[in-house]
């Protein structure tokens, strides 16, 4: 029995290209296992937020203060302000700037929503850069 091996140029050649088609295809099974991972990744705990220890900064202009009070009113200054009558008063005490920061306090038992609702309020008003005021730490009201 005789078997001949042929050393002459066969029909197919090396390639010398990568697939890339099975690289893309593991890439987008990745990227939607994590699109549906990453919000299963957060967690809901009651939290109680700790006094701040932090230096105050300095102040150049007059202090916008707005506070949410316990029963859900809001003080502008030391002057009651209606929800709809907001925007116009926070105009008025801004001189019109509405780059000016506005100081929000909240009472600590104003639900975390109704202080998501002044601040979606604000944002409407065209006031973007308000901050948070806490107590320091050691120290009582």
Same mark, same amino acid.
């Given at each position: 029995m005789?078997l ?7 029909d ?9 088609t ?24 009651? $939290? ?27 003080t ?27 100081y ?5 038992? $104003? ?31």
């Amino acid at each position: 029995m005789a078997l001949r091996v042929s050393e002459a140029d066969d029909d197919l050649a090396e390639m010398h290209e990568i697939n890339v088609t099975p690289f893309i295809d593991v890439m987008l099974v990745l990227l939607i296992i994590f699109m549906i991972a990453a919000p299963l990744a957060t967690v809901n705990l009651p $939290v109680q937020l700790p006094a701040v220890d932090a230096a105050r900064s300095p102040q150049t202009d007059k202090p916008l203060t707005l506070t949410l009070n316990a029963d859900l009113s809001l003080t502008l200054g030391e002057t009651p302000v209606a929800r709809d009558a907001l925007g116009p008063a926070l105009a008025q005490s801004a001189e019109g700037r509405s780059d000016r920061r506005i100081y929000l306090r909240s009472d600590k038992t $104003v639900p975390y929503g109704e202080l998501m609702n002044v601040m979606n309020l604000l944002r409407t008003a065209g006031f973007l850069d308000v901050a948070l005021v806490g107590l320091e730490s050691g120290k009582t009201p």
